[in-house]
């Protein structure tokens, strides 16, 4: 199967209400459309995926770059592709969940998240803190950096009133998965996301909303949710 044939098949895949949804979310041309459920059902078609992925991201249409993220193989991912997808990417889902969670799967990760998150560049930076929401909610505690995710922390408490929209959104989901992934800093967490209050995001013309990081965290607990972590950060 070869990038080409998988355009052709996403294009007859392709539902113009769900094309509408996804112009709504930020998502630019070219896209066809396709739901992901359909996505996933071609990634289940693909065994070797490191190569094909690298194309079908180049594409830059839309519904190809999020299958590639699916198929992706992290632990093929280099620095110099890593770096090509943030470039290519031109979308929030693209940046936060196609290209951070390869990217947290992958050995480069925190070393490009700790790089990208002082990028001016919205969608860069975006893809930075998503990546390190990613790293702790699949990473054992005790693999983890401690105190530097502290100080991450006292970053986002210190800097997300004055960032732009996506990189607002992608901070409190760091917060979130912080308090959430590692119980070592839940309590802290939460006092971070007490001190910021909600965070304001301007969701553009849709439904979404930012969620509160306590209300969050505190539903986990409620679920007895902390500290277990992901197998996975793709979806």
Request: glycine residues 6%; aromatic residues 6%.
């Amino acid at each position: 199967m070869t990038s080409n044939d998988i355009l052709k098949q996403l294009e007859t895949l392709g539902q113009p209400s769900i094309k509408n949804v996804l112009l709504k979310h930020g998502i630019k041309e070219p896209l066809y459309g396709v739901k992901i459920e359909e996505l996933k059902k071609i990634q289940k078609k693909i065994k070797d995926g490191h190569e094909l992925s690298l194309q079908l991201f180049r594409t830059g249409v839309y519904d190809a770059m999020y299958l590639a993220g699916l198929i992706a193989e992290p632990e093929k991912m280099t620095i110099k592709d890593l770096q090509e997808w943030v470039k290519l990417a031109n979308a929030p889902v693209l940046y936060e969940n196609t290209v951070a969670p390869v990217a947290a799967e992958s050995k480069h990760g925190l070393e490009l998240a700790k790089k990208w998150i002082a990028s001016k560049d919205p969608g860069i930076a975006s893809a930075g803190w998503a990546i390190l929401a990613d790293i702790v909610s699949i990473t054992d505690d005790s693999e983890l950096d401690i105190p530097m995710l502290k100080e991450l922390l006292g970053k986002a408490a210190t800097t997300i009133d004055g960032s732009p929209n996506r990189v607002k959104s992608t901070m409190n989901r760091f917060m979130i998965a912080v308090g959430i992934y590692v119980k070592e800093l839940n309590a802290l967490a939460k006092q971070t996301a007490l001190k910021i209050g909600k965070v304001q995001v301007d969701m553009g013309d849709t439904a979404c909303k930012v969620p509160f990081a306590v209300d969050y965290i505190e539903k986990a607990e409620a679920k007895n949710g902390i500290g277990k972590k992901k197998k996975t950060a793709r979806c």
